[in-house]
């Protein structure tokens, strides 16, 4: 029956969508806050999936390696914002272009001189693998039912995180006027290096998350980086919630574009026709629907406000 | 630097440029022939992007885009047996200028980094429709079987022939370039970058020229498109991966942004590194990545501002 079909591939369209919520949230906090355009936070979740198939290797345990490579992640995030970007905040985007692609040419290659250019394989850990009967006749995976759960998790303790705590406060004032805060004794610098810290910890939840259903290889962080650069564009840069809404809306259009645009178009046009206008067509979508929302709301849906 | 001395270096440049075929032959190195047509061939393609990044303050980060539709107009007329230079040249200027016209026609509207995004999402949106095409090669791309033929003497299959029409093309570029920066196009490009309000104040709509400058840069680098496939005989979407367009941006931004001779300084710059690390070793980009962050903080005029007379970046 279709039906099930689509509902499978709307969980997997949801799957991927808090997945790119995860890269997103640290993405668009850095840049709300700090004002920077950070290239390099694919890298982040890159070094989280490589780092969890390390420590899992070392350990031999699931949790002992997810708990590691986050921490690991987290101060690698810090000594990051600390050596490199710090003296980036006062330029103009080009330089933090430049600087941030620098970085992305530097990880990508450091990964290979560790761990080799060819993709290794992470495993779904067994009390997490086989299937789940969630409606009569759709067996959904455990694993990526998890993702969807963690994901979802995150994104309600960011939410309380930001608006109910004294950190969220001051990540929100340092968002609308840095100044102000730093002049009222808040040690702004050491906010920014945990803010991307944390950021850099969640981008490596999302890595080693994908671990197993992806493959763990250089450049991984690129491929997954544009898409997230599409859901911030479109949130709108600095907003959780346009974050949110638009790692959601991109994960459902790509997936569901993949998996049902190539018959759909074979009912309107000849098959042979929809089979290389199918594809196509699928991996542009997420991108025309970006230059569509920003067309007509030049500044994301949902624009972060920001002053001074 | 004044328009005098600019000139000056540039013949200088170019000078040095049309002695390399010399030289290689003394040394018996023809490999320096083709490393030195490359460079110029991205140089022509960071000229383009110092045209609308430099003078413009358009930080466009799709550039590759033209790069790939340049290339792919010489391929797809050579598939069907159209191996003229007089027409794929011309088709690849023209359709990259569409391009250009287009993707800026949407992208100008926004500013700042969104600006950034969507000029590189829709260069991602041209690879991926590459990748998909799979009667012009998809993902493995396809083979240029024959040269651009530009027909008499000029024969590209010849090295020398080849280099010294891509130098033609460079000092054709460079030297109207120097004229049309001075002249009222090139003085009102200069006046988006510093004050777009101020420009509109006295009647000039900055739109439509941040349009033409952004369509032309398209028109140049699919020319440098289209003398890349010719110098690879092959064509790859990945001319149009994100990462190109960053080290196109990366040429213009190593050797001076806002000059003319700093984009050709910065293309042999970084391919003449490339090549020097990676006969090194294979993992030249770990070194590259942490020069280009350290250029980026502490080189921001570039090398061309290294040189005698060279203008510091205001």
Redesign the interface.
Known sequence: MTWLLVVEQMLNGLQFGVMLFLVAAGLTLVFGIMNLVNLAHGSLYMLGAYLAVAFLKWTGSFAASVVLALLATLVIGMLVEVVALRTLYERDHLDQVLATFGLILFFNEAVAIVWGRAALFATVPSALGGFVEILPRLRYPVYRGVIILVGLAVALLLYVIVTHTRLGMLIRAGASNRTMVAALGVNIRLLYTVVFGFGAALAALGGLMAGPIYTVQPGMGEELLIEVLVVIVIGGIGSIRGALIGAIVVGMVDTLGRAFLKPMLATIISPTAADSAGPALASMLIYILMAAVLYFRPQGLFPAVRNG | MTPRRRAVSLLAALGALAAIPLVAALVNEPFYLDLFRRIMIFAIAAVSLDII?GYGGM?S?GHAAYLGIGAYAVAIPALHGIHSAWVQWPLAIVLSGLAGLVIGA?SL??????F???T???A??LY??G?????WGGDDGMRLTRKSQLGGPLDLADPHVFYYVVLALLAVLLLVGDRVIDARFGTVIRAVKSNERRLAAIGLSPFRYKLAAFALAGAVCGLAGALLTNQTEYLTPSYMH??RS?DI??MV?LGGMGTLGGPVLGAAAFLLLENVLSAWTV????I??????LV??YA?GGLWSLLPGGARRG
């Open positions: 990044l930080v980060l949407i509207r926004t500013s700042g980094v969104y950034i995004m969507i590189l999402a829709f991602q949106m991926y429709v990748i998909s095409i799979e009667p994100w990462t960053g941006m990366v931004i993992h030249w980009q770990a590259l990545g942490p020069l280009l962050v980026v903080l921001r």
